[in-house]
């Protein structure tokens, strides 16, 4: 065991893994953590506290773990370099494994264009992929970047994510080795609602043998209107929504249930998809639907470690 | 070369008005052939600050000049009398030129001209793209000729980031992203496995961020004995 985490037990247990995620609020108010926790307990292994997500500001991801800790929910923090340099980013993770966070997603951030700080400097004095290596390094030799050897490493264990649907497509599975080789125990990928692409994906993954060094968990996204589904295939960068998945939220009646369905039948076929261990599921500003949709798809009730 | 663009009129204006004698002094480098601070651009620009000045009311003198380099002394020497005749000197140079008259005449007040921008290579008439930050540890042999820091938005070194669609940059669409481009040069040239592996992090010393940075070259240098001798010629 690399951190002893309720997901890297799901994972080295053999079992289908569940991972959601609860955005931090904007405000400094800890209530709407508190009750998501609650709500969500049991429901999924882990739960990502996003980073300033599309770089809004919001209460931070590692404060945001210590909330919902208290409510004996397991947190995955995602970590961005787009706002710390390479001394923030080694002490943050110091500090999140001193709070008993075990479980961090290294990724390079949105850019803050996106967000609501557009005039902000930005870092970027590392990408994911030499986040992971210098993480990697920390926990297993305890040796900073620069060199400098520390008594009690951090145990943690690493994530990150893939998009395989951003171009150049050819070089998706290659970027995933390369994670891999960093030092990722486990990916969470990009909102998947091209099936054919994201199995192409996964023959590419699997011809380089990733799907045994790396635990794959399929990202999915709950929509709530055929708005949501539009909105994703134009503005998203790097997210590809097939027409007949427009067309079916178009053409609903109960545009959220069929939203829930549609989640549900991706998540029973992702199940099936050689090399996917478990699936991420961002119901974003809708995490009260997690719930039905792990029952619905019948992955209840998750694996418990403590008794 | 460096590529810089005029202030908004009213910018320039404002920022001159409190000033009686206003001396404007263009740059025949980069900034002329970046169409910005030219021989032309000054004239463009004293003939518009006159009609503005008409307009509004103000009385105000002004004279256009130019130099060859204005971030070299001895050229900015030269027109010493006309920087010292002004009560302000506006700079249509990059902020080389600008701050080489302030640090050659110190009580002097000059002020800029152009918002310096970029270190960037004309696409086509008009359109000017960044293509290097100066990071000041050149790794471009490594991907394909193409730098990923200054031409990707998160100077990543392992790219593409998953924000790439189309193979534009997300950021701004009208962008070619660095790390497609750098896909595709080294698969052009057979050479993919130059970033099959991972790039570690990369010591930003060099750059900025280890301070204003100084060249310096020994061998240049003139020895005491001949900076004299230059004194005398």
Known sequence: MKAGSNLEKVFESGQFAVTAEIGPPQSANPAPLTHHAKMLKGYADAFNLTDNQ???????????????????????????????????????????AALGVKNVLCLTGDHQTFG?????????????????????QLRIQGKQVGGEVLKDPPKTYLGCAENPFATPYEFRAFRLAKKVVAGADFCQTQAIFDMDMFEMWMDEVRARGLDKKIHILAGVIPMKSAGAARYMKNKVPGMIVPD?????????????????????????????VKGVHGVHI?????????????????????????? | MIVAKRKPLNEIAEMLAPYKKVTIIGCR??????LAGGEKEVKMLVSALKIKNKRDGRKQQIEGTVVERQCEKEW???????????????????????????????????????????????????????NCVGCGNC?????????????????????????????????????????SAIYD???????LDLIESVTPAKDWSASHSGGRRVIVREDAKLTQHQKKGKGVT
């Open chain 2, 139 to 179: 790794i471009i042999h490594t991907t394909g000729g193409i730098c990923p820091i200054a031409r990707c938005a998160k100077s990543m070194l392992n790219g593409p980031c998953g924000g790439s669609a189309n193979r534009k940059c997300e950021v701004n669409l009208e962008v070619d992203c660095a790390w």
């Open chain 1, 54 to 96: 599309t770089a809004v500001v919001r209460l931070s991801s590692i404060a945001s773990a210590v909330i919902i800790m208290r409510e004996g929910v397991e947190p995955v923090i995602q970590m961005t370099c787009r706002d710390r340099n390479r001394i923030a980013l080694q002490s943050d993770l110091l500090g999140a």
């Open chain 1, 244 to 272: 007949h998945i427009v067309d079916r939220m178009k053409g609903a009646k109960d545009a959220k249930e069929e939203g829930i369905k549609l989640c549900v039948e991706q998540i029973e076929h992702l199940k099936n």
């Open chain 2, 76 to 130: 900015v020497q030269e027109i010493e009398d006309e920087i010292l005749d002004s009560d302000v000197t506006l700079s249509m140079a990059c902020s080389l030129g600008a701050q080489t008259i302030g640090d050659m005449y110190p009580k002097h007040l000059t002020f800029p001209g152009l918002n310096t921008g970029i270190f960037g290579v004309p696409e086509e008439q008009g359109v000017w793209s960044e």
């Open chain 1, 116 to 136: 609501n700080e557009k005039g902000a400097k930005n870092v970027f004095d590392f990408d994911s992929i030499v986040e992971l290596q210098v993480f990697n």
């Open chain 1, 282 to 307: 961002m119901a974003v500003a809708w995490e009260e639907m997690v719930p039905r949709i792990v029952e619905m798809a019948g992955l209840l009730p998750r694996p418990n470690f403590e008794s």
């Open chain 2, 29 to 34: 480098s980069c900034v002329a052939i970046c």
């Open chain 2, 185 to 191: 040069r080294l698969k052009l040239q057979n050479r």
